[in-house]
Nanobody, 125 residues
Framework: QVQLVESGGGLVQAGGSLRLSCAAS????????MGWFRQAPGKEREFVGV????????SYADSVKGRFTISRDNAKNTVYLQMNSLKPEDTAVYYC??????????????????WGQGTQVTVSS
């Protein structure tokens, strides 16, 4: 089992940047492919992107492609989500999730085995 804790959220103006972190404890993070998801008020949780166990492969939702970058440092047991050119529609609670089954180009919410508690990102116009 792994415990995940997100940090780095906050309030930012449109066009700005934030970097979210997801720190793991328990099992080593390299055991899992890691996904980032988000949930806006009144909406379902949605896929943002995923990174393979080694960090060599990433995949993103079309809505964030070219603006968001996922990376990981397995030595630090941490995954990152760098968010640039933020838009008001990026406002949501952002969650990281661990997937034991490994890499997939798209990961559904039901395919995540462990979740963090989330961190709020608010983008003002």
């Amino acid at each position: 089992q792994v415990q995940l804790v997100e940090s780095g959220g906050g309030l930012v103006q449109a066009g700005g940047s934030l970097r979210l972190s997801c720190a793991a404890s328990g099992r080593t993070l390299s055991t899992y492919a890691m996904g980032w998801f988000r949930q806006a008020p009144g909406k379902e949780r949605e896929f943002v992107g995923v990174i393979s166990r080694s960090g060599g492969i990433t995949s993103y939702a079309d809505s964030v492609k070219g603006r968001f970058t996922i990376s990981r440092d397995n030595a630090k047991n941490t995954v990152y989500l760098q968010m640039n050119s933020l838009k008001p529609e990026d406002t949501a609670v952002y969650y990281c999730g661990a997937r034991m089954s490994g890499w997939a180009g798209y990961v559904a919410v039901r395919e995540i085995d462990y979740w963090g508690q989330g961190t709020q990102v608010t983008v003002s116009s």
